[in-house]
């Protein structure tokens, strides 16, 4: 079952769910909008490698916005601060940023009860189009979850603050 908007706030406010800086104005019927930060990374090897930690080159996007190009992965972070409780908590880009062609996240939109981060997003464009930091980006959702929530997520990305590359090297050890 998901959240309505008006139990993200009294889940918020009852300190079961954590969002930074929140606003009532970016609660939705049944999501939170949560905003891009104002760096990005990119990969400089033109080839990833999966067993190493592939080095990253800082973007920080200007007032006047940043043009993503296409096929070229960006990597960011919501601007917020999340803490799922005991929750699933998920992302989803807006329909409204999608329909500019950006995908906020590849595959990565699903986090598990306690989850507590600032969101990495793998963003793509299907075609050239300027972003600005600050932008409502994505929306967080919460499912509620059936059965014992006593393991909580406890993995290599939590407590992230800044934009999380990929850490899967760490599982070839």
């Avoid at 090897?45 to 080159?57: A, C, G, Q, R």
């Avoid at 062609?101 to 299907?126: Q, R």
């Amino acid at each position: 079952m998901i959240l309505s908007g008006m139990e993200i706030k009294r889940q918020y406010e009852l300190g079961n769910i954590y969002i930074s800086d929140f606003d009532e104005k970016r609660l939705g019927p049944n999501s939170y909008n949560l905003r891009l930060d104002n760096k990005l990374l990119v990969y400089t090897n033109p080839i990833l490698d999966m067993k190493k930690d592939n080095p990253v080159e800082e973007i920080i996007i200007p007032e006047e916005g940043y043009i993503l190009e296409p096929g070229r992965l960006y990597l960011g972070k919501t601007m917020e601060y999340t803490k799922s409780g005991n929750f699933a908590p998920m992302i989803e880009g807006r329909s409204s940023v999608a329909r500019l062609g950006i995908k906020v996240h590849l595959t990565a939109g699903f986090g598990d009860v306690g989850n507590e981060l600032a969101w990495t997003l793998e963003i793509e464009a299907s075609k050239h189009v300027r972003i600005y930091a600050g932008v409502e980006i994505c929306q967080i959702y919460y499912h509620t979850v059936l059965g014992d929530t006593s393991i909580k997520y406890n993995g290599k990305y939590q407590k992230s603050t800044d934009i999380g590359p990929s850490k899967m090297y760490k599982d070839f050890k």
